[in-house]
């Protein structure tokens, strides 16, 4: 049996907290843990509680810009011993060429079933319905169906026979008087997105229904280097793939197939459910003081009702206020409407139109030999400053740039410095000038944690002026 967390998107929606290289999966939003942890979480008790069967695997797949943080969120807590692969992305392609990567991955007998890593489970419940579902694989694609608390836009929705559990149909993100319809008629529930299937009868789906986007699949997957426990799949052959979403490419066309040999079924969850995807279901998530806020960080609250406030870095102070989303992070604030937070994602679509960082990086950065603060400055403001931190035995890629000179000063640890033809070992409080266009690189040679404050001076000091040299991490 496989596991399969899909770790994709950007979660735009959830903006300026959730960006394009550090999105809500892997952010901490409801507890100690992040999202893509709490999914692991919730695999790890169902294996343990409920099913008693050897050889389970997880697989995550995800964006190959993330997969250097999800090792990193792996070792922060207790798996056991169940063996993890990392499937990365050269390409977000949708949930449709995922799920037929993951049904390629295991045997055709194997029982495959996908997560979303960004929802909220009653992990005991989830369990449950997991097993209640493996009855039907032997000849069904199976589904978990929501019952709606509300009328909602965002999610898609199920119609099914409540006897018999049979798929009737599927329908994504509907318009709101088809919504109100759907919830109102108590034959529609939300989708979970959790298939659970036998991988054979899913790649007959995708032979029946979407046989480009398997031929697509296969030769990626023959591309690859699938002999590894983690990989990435061949770029050449995968960012050529279709782009939809499983619910269109199989499930909608399974519903109408009335003469397919494979069953449909939708088993309902009943206990609690969330969708991270908006601050409004954020919102219901969290616990709320006297006047129904979810005040976070540094807050000042007089008159202020029904709000949920998120303070990173200052004071957010609010009087008079109701029924607001604020957020505030070291370079961005979000103000909007609760009931309109579906419609955060306009913001990065306008900040991707101008070609803003805001989009795409927070502040802080993760790389895989650490990460990097942006303390002041942007592209195009002559200087930049920044905090650098390498882990042990790490190093950054041998590079150049074109349009700025660095000055790099150790705060602690031990380096070893190149520039040009010369490398010296530098401590806390020694420095070292690299004129623009010379070669250069950084290594953590201590044992500890090494920062260094750089400084960035030139006309251009975008992070794609870099010329990479050579790179543990297989950059260019």
Known sequence: MNFVILCGGSGSRLWPKSREKLPKQLLHLTNLFTMLQNTLLRVKYTIDHFTHIENMRIFIICNKEHAHIIETQISEINLSNIPISIISEPKGRDSGPAVCISALLGKPEDITCIIPSDHIFNDDAFAKCYIDSLEYTKNSIITFGIKPSRIETGYGYIKFEKKTFITEQFVEKPAYETAKTYVSSGNYLWNAGVFIFKNANMIQCFTNYAPDILEGC???????????????????????????????????????????????????????????????????????????????????????????????????????????????????????NKDTTQDVKKVVDKLKQDKREEAVLHTKVFRP????????????????????????????????????????????????????????????????????????????????????????????????????????????
């Open 218 to 336: 296969r030769e990626t997957m023959s591309k690859s280097n699938v002999n590894t426990p983690s990989f990435l799949l061949d770029a050449d052959s995968f960012i050529n793939i279709r782009a939809i979403s499983v619910d269109y490419a199989i499930m909608e066309h399974l519903c109408k197939d009335s003469t397919s040999s494979i069953g449909r079924i939708t088993i309902p969850y009943n206990w609690y459910w969330n969708d991270i995807g908006s601050y409004s279901a954020l919102y219901d998530e969290m616990d709320k003081n006297e006047n129904n806020n979810v005040e976070l960080g540094d807050c000042i609250s007089i008159n202020t009702k029904n709000c949920y406030i998120d303070s990173q870095t200052a004071l957010v102070a609010t009087v008079g206020v109701e029924n607001l989303v604020i957020v505030q992070t070291d370079d961005a604030i979000l103000v909007c």
């Open 369 to 476: 030999w650490g990460w990097y603060i942006n303390v002041y400055g942007n592209d195009y403001s002559e200087y930049k400053m920044k905090l650098i931190t390498v882990y042990p035995g790490k190093r950054l890629s041998l590079q150049s740039h074109n349009f700025r000179c660095e000055h790099w000063v150790i705060v602690s640890g031990l380096a070893n410095v190149q520039c040009g033809d010369s490398t010296t070992v530098m401590r806390g409080g020694e420095h070292v000038y690299i004129p623009c266009k010379t070669i250069h690189r950084i290594e953590n040679i201590g044992e500890s944690l090494l920062e260094f404050t750089e400084t960035q001076i030139g006309g251009y000091l975008g992070e794609d002026d870099i010329i990479r040299y050579e790179d543990d991490f297989g950059r260019v």
